[in-house]
């Protein structure tokens, strides 16, 4: 099993900044993926984040408007670029240890944009 | 504690049969989902009902709610090997307080 923790776990912010969301996780994993859910809608994958490489973005999803930091097999961030309304969301980050098939999922942050 | 419980844990058929995968919660929901994993691969989402639908259908797949019995189904028709994965329900009784809470998953195996 795997312990995450995200910060920060909600937030409010302003048209036209950034904000950086960060991701511990309590073991050494190699695989990283971040989510996000839009208010009453279904998760949707925004990248795979593997220590050592790019992160893989899906379709609709850009690194200029969602950077991501993979820097070690404990930790990455998420950075959600020039925020508008339409960005708000709860960003989760959940991680596969090994290859056992199950997600474990942080708390999420709660983001909205005004 | 985890919300959803999907039933059965692992489930094993042949091509063209029919996979139904249950799963049982706890609390008032807004909405169920359900997701798929392939192996090493992020959740795929497959079809959200909500609290005031009773079935949905998409493709192949076809959601049914009962917010009495606080349980849901999951019907795969027709099978193919590339359904095999894991599935998972997962419920949501709110958004900016409370968070999507996913069962612990199913795996389901369709052999060629």
């Known amino acids: 099993s795997a312990v995450i923790s995200q910060k920060p776990s909600r937030d409010i912010c302003q048209r036209g900044t950034s904000l950086t969301i960060q991701c511990q996780v309590d073991?050494?994993?190699?695989?990283m993926f971040w989510y996000r859910q839009q208010p009453g809608q279904s998760l949707t994958l925004i990248a795979t984040?593997?220590?050592?490489?790019?992160?893989?973005?899906e379709s609709g999803f850009v690194i200029d408007k969602f950077p991501i930091s993979r820097p070690n097999l404990t930790f990455s961030t998420l950075t959600v670029s020039n925020m508008s309304p339409e960005d708000s969301s709860i960003y989760l980050c959940?991680?596969?240890?090994?290859?056992?098939?199950?997600?474990?999922f942080g708390p999420g942050t709660r983001l909205l944009v005004l | 504690s985890q919300q959803g419980e999907e039933d059965p844990q692992a489930l094993s058929i042949q091509e063209g049969e029919n996979a139904t995968m249950n799963c049982s919660y706890k609390?008032?929901?807004?909405?169920l989902q359900w997701y798929r994993q392939n192996s090493g691969r992020g959740l795929v989402h497959l079809i959200l009902?909500?609290?005031?639908?009773r079935e949905k259908h998409s493709g192949r797949l076809r959601v049914t709610l009962d917010t009495s019995k606080k349980s849901s189904s999951l019907l795969i028709t027709a099978s193919r090997a590339a359904d095999t994965a894991s599935y998972f329900c997962?419920?949501?009784?709110?958004?900016?307080?409370?968070?999507?809470?996913f069962g612990k998953g199913m795996k389901l195996t369709v052999n060629p």
């Open positions: 997962a419920t949501d009784a709110g958004w900016w307080d409370e968070k999507l809470v």
């Open positions: 073991s050494q994993v190699t695989m």
């Open positions: 984040a593997n220590q050592g490489s790019e992160a893989t973005y």
């Open positions: 009902i909500r609290s005031n639908e």
């Open positions: 959940s991680v596969e240890p090994g290859r056992q098939e199950t997600q474990y």
């Open positions: 609390t008032s929901i807004n909405n």
